[in-house]
């Protein structure tokens, strides 16, 4: 046994001495394609004042700037509270950019300056501007429309923004939007004190995550379908997030698409058709920023960020973001340790009519004991109690994740009402883990095998459009065309025990030392997937009606590997068409009514050996969505009601001609209610539930027709609030409260997993320190140390035991 730890003790060193050189090479080659990026000269140019056809109707003044920047398409810029308590009478007719902003400003004491890259600023001819009631003065709004990479302004309380983007759409309001969506702020992130993008997206009730903090890697469920975090994206692309999970500390927007997004985004890796996850990385702000931050996590994880953005040039048309992460310490499960290191770099250009982006991140996490997932034995007529979230039923699980992505984007403007666009990256991911298994019995008990699981993965993507903008016969167009392209190369080794050690989730025993030595993972598969795409939106009655069309061609190559002989085993390319319908319709500048239908690819299979039809390949199959709903802004608060029903294929064996084919189906209808802003000044709301009616169809033999789908809830709630104590400056309150029914675990329903409330609260305090803008939080997760199962496929796991953050940020 002495021989055999030592072995092991040779073959992590092995390992970390790997991962050392990975990153120090991606890291140099990062450098190198950044810094000649960032040296090249671009020139400015000057953007043409062509007149556009405005109805905006009376309203608030910041309101009706925003929409008025949405609307022409430009950058504009303010300061909220210049522009508090005053009035516009609102925009009818013709107008330029500049002499819209000049009519909608008549009368308020404010001024438009054009700036020489081709923005606006509304600013106070005094200077004087009020102050918020903390003291403290706001950030610049920045208003901006259809440019990709551009942020929607964040809507009232901040948590959530006005809008975000859809892929090839762009950058679309929330009212504008054929689609139900929820695009979170960096507040939010921060305020939670988000650790990865688990922790964001739950603040939603479609959302569910499907694993627990802690363990090997995150995945979601949008309205009951599975997310992958593989299927996430980064600033529009596919195939450049970790396969495990995304720290929090790289992103300044999440947004959440709900329903299938194969038109907008063509298919992910893993072809999910529930929703889409975009994340929006940091970019520098027009302000000086150097952040430092401490965290503490129980057990006794101990961290600090580096936050630190800068702007630069005549206009601060360059900008630098860097952010630099360091955890380590006792994590809250038995006997766990991790280890986390992350550095992100953004670099961007905005100009008149050119911006540009780079973005390259590293990160690399070891742990030692990571929460585990385990299977229930055939037969078992009853699910065990879940484990104590402090318990590790694996005792002696080692994991190593190492990533590294590089990303850039490219738009320049043709002409007042063209806009061309191109984007890629690649990314490179290990995971080094060992994989215990073994099905546990009603009483809890099991037998496990250890095992270990190496595994790479390889991806390059690409995209290029157009967008274009004109009229005809008193009709708007925007036109949107595009290309994208997906290469990713997987590989894995696998070494297994040959005998297994009884156990019980209760009263675990150490797991035995893998008996062999590690082997490199080699290639298990190559995957190419290409689209090209066109979409138009047609605007009538002064973008009253918006009715949007349109086609993705999808092309899937496949070619499996055996990682034993390097062989070819099995290869596919077949391809397939989503289409997209949706409309919005404003029967009052508050109200947009709203509805689609659009279809989900997910690459189709292979018949295995063991069927009639061993060989047959099949297309990508299509999920089919059809949606219809309501938003309403109330000023401060936003409300929306939403239908759905989607239908996804699924692979069947035909028990009397043992035919295999894709004729089964999962359907899942559901009801979304959510209302989200600021109630009154000072205090917070995000409220959702979602009621689901999931049943399986066409299944093998008939035998579960009729059933619930196996992992969809019947309901799910959220309700959360953040509020300013008016009488203690600068200290807040919040509370959240995140409930699940009970789910069926097989799709016999004879297994029922339990339902479960979460309950977390949180306080911050914002004040000054030697001058020094300084924000202590604290949050408390699941605080009543609740015990309960999360679902994820075949497997399960137990949710994390109540967990402590602390943070002391500091603006130098």
Do not use: C
């Not at 959440?256 to 893993?270: A, E, S």
């Not at 229930?376 to 009853?382: E, I, L, M, P, W």
């Not at 973008?543 to 949007?548: C, F």
């Not at 295999?660 to 209302?675: C, K, P, T």
Request: aromatic share 8%.
């Amino acid at each position: 046994m002495g021989h055999v730890r030592t072995r092991e003790r040779q073959s992590h060193r092995v390992i970390r001495r790997k991962l050392l050189t990975s990153v120090v090479g991606r890291i140099v080659f990062g450098g190198a394609v950044a810094v000649p990026a960032a040296t090249v000269p671009f020139a400015a140019y000057a953007q043409a004042a062509s007149a556009r056809t405005y109805a905006i109707p009376a309203g608030t003044l910041e309101d009706n700037l925003s929409r008025f920047g949405r609307d022409a398409g430009i950058m504009l810029s303010f300061k909220p509270e210049i522009a508090t308590g005053k009035q516009s009478s609102g925009l009818n007719g013709s107008y330029s950019a500049r002499g819209g902003l000049d009519a909608l400003l008549a009368g308020s004491g404010l001024t438009v300056v054009e700036q020489s890259n081709g923005s606006y600023q509304v600013v106070s001819p005094t200077g004087n501007t009020s102050s918020t009631a903390g003291g403290a003065t706001l950030p610049a709004v920045t208003v901006t429309a259809s440019l990709d990479n551009q942020l929607q302004p964040a809507y009232a309380g901040g948590q959530v923004a006005r809008g975000g983007s859809l892929g090839i759409l762009g950058s679309l309001d929330v009212m504008d939007t054929p689609f139900s969506t929820m695009n979170y702020t960096s507040e939010t992130i921060e305020n939670s004190q988000a650790r990865t993008l688990a922790d964001v997206v739950i603040n939603e009730a479609s959302v569910r995550t499907l694993t627990s903090t802690g363990g090997f890697g995150e995945d979601f469920q949008i309205r009951g379908f599975t997310v992958p975090s593989g299927d996430v994206g980064v600033n529009g692309l596919y195939g450049l997030v970790s396969s495990s999970r995304m720290p929090a500390a790289i992103m300044e927007r999440v947004e959440v698409l709900k329903g299938p997004g194969t038109l907008l985004n063509g298919i992910g890796p893993n072809g999910s058709v529930g929703g889409a996850i975009n994340i929006t990385t940091k970019r520098a702000g027009d302000e000086p920023l150097t952040r430092l931050t401490t965290t503490y996590e129980s057990k006794s994880i101990l961290g600090v960020q580096a936050d630190v953005g800068r702007r630069f040039g005549e206009e601060k048309e360059w900008g630098v973001r860097v952010n630099g992460v360091y955890k380590n310490g006792k994590s809250n499960l038995d006997d766990g340790r991790q280890e986390l290191g992350l550095g992100a770099l953004g670099l961007d250009y905005r100009g008149r009519k050119l911006r540009w982006s780079l973005d390259a991140y590293s990160q690399h996490e070891g742990v030692e004991n990571f929460r585990p997932q385990i299977g229930f034995a055939a037969g078992v007529t009853s699910i065990p109690d879940a484990p104590s979230g402090h318990r590790n039923f694996f005792p002696g699980t080692q994991l190593w994740l190492h990533d590294s992505a590089v990303m850039s984007r490219i738009e320049y403007d043709v002409a007042p009402n063209l806009m061309v666009y191109a984007a890629g990256g690649y990314r490179g991911g290990t995971a080094y883990q060992t994989f215990p298994s073994g099905p546990v019995d009603a009483l809890g008990n099991f037998r496990v095998t250890n095992s270990y699981y190496d595994s790479y993965s390889k991806t390059s993507t690409a995209e290029v459009g157009a967008r274009a903008t004109f009229d005809t016969f008193g009709v708007g167009h925007t036109l949107n065309v595009g290309f994208t392209r997906l290469d990713q190369e997987l590989g894995n080794a696998y070494i297994a025990n040959q005998t297994s050690v009884a156990s019980n989730i209760y009263n675990p025993t150490p797991l035995p030392a893998v008996i062999g030595a590690r082997t490199d993972a080699q290639k298990a598969s190559d995957t190419a997937l290409t689209s090209v795409a066109v979409t138009d939106t047609l605007s009538f009655l002064n973008d009253r009606i918006l009715l949007t069309g349109g086609l993705r061609h999808q092309k899937v190559s496949l070619e499996n590997y055996s990682t034993t002989t390097g062989a070819q085993t099995s290869s596919y390319d077949a391809s397939a068409i989503s289409p997209l319908a949706g409309f919005v319709i404003k029967p009052l500048n508050y109200v947009s009514l709203y509805g689609n239908y659009t279809s989900g690819l997910t690459r189709g299979g292979v018949a295995p050996t063991t069927a009639a039809n061993a060989g047959e390949v099949f297309p990508p199959y299509k999920s089919r969505q059809m949606e219809t709903g309501v938003k309403v802004d109330w000023g401060r608060i936003t409300t929306s009601v939403a239908a759905f029903q989607i239908k996804r294929p699924s692979a069947v064996t035909d028990p009397t001609t043992n035919l295999y084919s894709f004729d089964g189906e999962q359907r899942n209808r559901g009801v979304e209610l959510s209302a989200y802003g600021e109630v009154v000044r000072g205090l917070r709301l995000m409220a959702s539930a979602t009621f689901y009616d999931a049943k399986l169809q066409r299944t093998a033999g008939g035998v579960n027709d009729g059933k619930d789908a196996n992992g969809v809830p019947d309901h799910t709630f959220n309700f959360g609030v953040d509020w300013d104590m008016p009488w203690v400056p600068g200290l807040s309150l919040s509370g959240r409260v995140i409930n699940t029914s009970a789910v069926y675990f097989n799709a016999a329903n004879t297994l029922r997993m339990p339902s479960w409330t979460r309950y977390d609260v949180g306080a911050r305090y914002r004040t000054k320190v030697m001058g020094k803008s300084v924000v202590f939080r604290a949050n408390v997760e699941n605080l009543f140390n609740s015990d309960y199962w999360l679902v994820s496929g075949t497997y399960a796991t137990v949710a994390a035991p109540r967990t402590l953050l602390l943070s002391a940020q500091i603006d130098f």
